[in-house]
């Protein structure tokens, strides 16, 4: 009777590897333990190693959430940054209004209006307006991930 004393040489370890990294977006030692993988198989290993080149020749391109957040600070750029257009330009006019309506209020002297009207109102739309673009950057970026993890799952198992 033989045991395999590392397990994470055995074929199917390999390719539940394969996943691990793919979900943690390290996709070149995803590709090198894929690469292991196909030599334990049998027969169609050409065709197969192929196919994880092709694979992986085309990474998913990630947003960069630094990058995302920085431009949050100005309402609009970081949704349009995360590929949303119609959004972005309706939390730049949402916030511009509520601004214009707080600054029109103080150069008529109704102060109270302007603080409660316009500043309150204000600090919900421009602080929710960098969160949902914060978190429309992450989203995109596990969609593209996503994706092509999904790719690589439905090429290997079958």
Excluded at 80 to 100: C, H, Q, R
Aim: glycine share 8%; proline share 1%; charged share 20%.
């Amino acid at each position: 009777m033989y045991l395999n004393i590392d397990s994470s040489q055995c074929s199917s370890t390999l390719l539940l590897q394969v996943f691990v990294y793919n979900e943690l977006l390290r996709y070149q030692e995803a590709k090198t333990i894929a690469d292991k993988w196909v030599v334990t198989l049998e027969g169609n290993q050409d065709k197969i190693k192929k196919e994880i080149d092709d694979i992986y020749k085309k990474l998913p391109k990630q947003k960069s959430e630094k990058l995302g957040r920085f431009l949050a600070y100005v309402p609009g750029l970081g949704h349009l940054y995360a590929g949303n257009t119609l959004e972005g330009i309706s939390a730049f006019l949402i916030n511009a209004s509520v601004l214009t309506f707080g600054v029109y209020n103080v150069i008529t002297a109704n102060y109270i209006t302007a603080y409660l009207g316009g500043a309150g109102i204000l600090s919900g739309t421009y602080f929710g307006s960098y969160e949902r673009a914060n978190l429309l950057i992450r989203k995109h970026n596990y969609k593209t991930s996503k994706a092509f993890n999904d790719k690589v799952r439905e090429h290997l198992l079958n």
